[in-house]
């Protein structure tokens, strides 16, 4: 098989030798966080990094070249870099403005215990689909989500993967969403068109989520006096240390207005900042030092509640950035393993083996997947993917809405589930896990964000069994060739 184009010029290694990188990092890894229990895998990472920049070098290239590589993938990722300074911003101010004690109890006075886990993954998905961010979604309503279940005394990890669930599947089909922009984007596809194409396995994810979510909120919570006794003394805390009002979800009713009326994420957020630190200001006495202070190194109280110390001592930028040099780290990884041609090596050697549809949309997904273990990007996992498959799916004859559907799954929606990922390094840091100070147990909210991992084994069952795998219309086939687009030569393919 063949594209009918010329070939890149630059010069690709082997396979052999572009998987050195991706097993070397992924041993020193799995040295790092299972035989020392340590997770810290911003130097594995790292290490990684030198690895692929002397194979780049291996094969002819300049170490600016490999440079440009890393800080290129890193530009991009900035403003998201951005999101995650100013929720750490957001988050000391809303407690110090007393935003998320409120919503921590309304949510314990208002929510059922039995209905809470499922009622937080409706909640986040609500959010982020209008919101159009799962980071945003999961650093506010997400954090004072965690609160309210602490209050109910469920594991953090039950709560963690609730929010995780509910977050990135709004985030998934949203319009507003860059992710979800992206992946039709680079399969030349449109987006409302992609979002259709995903409800097949978006719908049942979310409702087998729903139901496990209520089972175990049934089994996990007991309604006995001493459940209710510790949810009444967490009450009478906030009310002690803070002033308690609807009015003082003025800040969060900000970022909801400006970004459904569109505005970027990046000034809607930091309205919220500035909203919070006004309501600090006027309703809980909070001077301008002291709203300094909360921004950049977080809240700190001490009252007689060792629940309410834990919930609210958190926040600033500064509690981020153990999360965002790790993201940095990553992003720089994956960049140097795209500019020196190690993953496109390792994608082109699958797609040398897959002679079916169904064998082509489970390596699209999986490589999603892959990208996202190795790399550590979700933006890479989605546009290295699109990029490569898409002539694939043209030359079979197939829609690539199933490719945009593949990799939207196995990048946004795997992303999180990733703890070395951006995506999994700001859910950790956002949510509080502290898996960095060993608590190794949060890390169940893996398994546990069910939607995030349903969706894509059903996409993957769907491909087995041809069902909702839509057949490239003649109107399309036209718009590739309307729009010259690459289409690999798969005649013998069924």
């Known amino acids: ?116 886990l499922a009622a937080a993954m409706i909640l986040c998905s609500v959010v982020s689909l209008s919101l159009g961010t799962s980071w945003g979604t999961v650093g506010t309503v997400g954090l004072a989500l965690m609160g309210i279940g602490a209050g109910f005394e469920i594991p953090m990890y039950w709560t963690a993967g609730a929010v995780v669930s509910g977050a990135f599947f709004g985030d998934k089909v949203s319009p507003l969403s860059d992710t979800t922009n992206l992946a039709p984007a680079v399969t030349g596809t449109d987006v409302f068109s992609h979002i259709k194409n995903m409800m097949p396995t978006t719908i049942p994810a979310m409702l087998i989520a729903l139901v496990i979510y209520l089972i175990a909120g049934f089994t996990l919570i007991d309604n006995d006096n001493g459940s209710f006794e510790r949810i009444t003394a967490i009450t009478s805390s906030l009310q002690r240390n803070f002033e308690i009002s609807a009015w003082l979800l003025a800040p969060a009713l900000v970022v909801i207005v400006l970004a459904v009326r569109r505005m970027p994420p990046i000034p809607s957020l930091f309205a919220g900042v500035i909203a919070g630190a006004i309501v600090a200001a006027f309703t809980q006495g909070a001077g301008i030092h002291d709203i300094l202070t909360y921004a950049n190194s977080g809240y700190s109280i001490t009252t007689s509640s060792d629940a309410i110390n834990s919930l609210l001592n958190r926040g600033g930028i500064q509690s981020m950035m153990w999360t965002i040099s790790l993201i940095l780290i990553a992003l720089g990884f994956g960049g140097a393993l795209e500019r020196t041609g190690c993953l496109e090596a390792i994608i082109s050697a699958i797609m040398t083996k897959v002679k079916t549809f169904k064998g082509v949309q489970t390596s699209a997904t999986l490589t999603s997947v892959a990208t996202n273990l190795v790399a550590g990007d979700p933006y890479l996992s989605i546009a290295l993917p699109g990029r490569m498959y898409a002539p694939v799916y043209r030359g079979m004859k197939y829609s690539t809405l199933n490719l945009s559907r593949a990799i939207e799954e196995g990048g946004t929606l795997v992303s999180p589930l990733v703890p070395w990922n951006a995506g999994g390094a700001f859910v950790i840091g956002a949510l509080g896990l502290s898996i960095g100070d060993g ?41 590739w060739k309307k729009n010259n687009e690459l289409v690999m030569d798969y005649s013998t393919a069924k």
């Open 1 to 116: 098989m063949a594209i009918n184009t010329k070939q890149s010029e630059t010069q690709k290694p082997s396979l052999a030798l572009a998987l050195v990188p991706v097993i070397l990092t992924l041993a020193l890894l799995g040295v790092q966080i299972f035989y020392f229990g340590d997770f810290t895998p911003h130097i594995p990472l790292a290490i990684g990094l030198a690895i692929t920049a002397l194979v780049g070098i291996k094969q002819g290239l300049k170490w600016k070249q490999i440079e440009e590589g890393i800080f290129h993938v890193i530009h991009v990722s900035m403003p998201s870099v951005s999101v995650l300074i100013l929720v750490g911003m957001l988050v000391g101010v809303w407690i110090a403005s007393g935003t998320v004690p409120t919503l921590i109890y309304y949510g314990l006075t208002l929510l059922s215990p039995q209905i809470f």
């Open 439 to 479: 608590n190794f147990e949060n890390l169940l909210y893996i398994p546990l964000a069910f939607a995030c991992w349903i969706s894509p084994v059903l996409g993957l069952i769907y491909a087995q069994l041809g069902f909702f795998s839509p057949k490239a219309t003649e109107e399309e086939q036209a718009r």
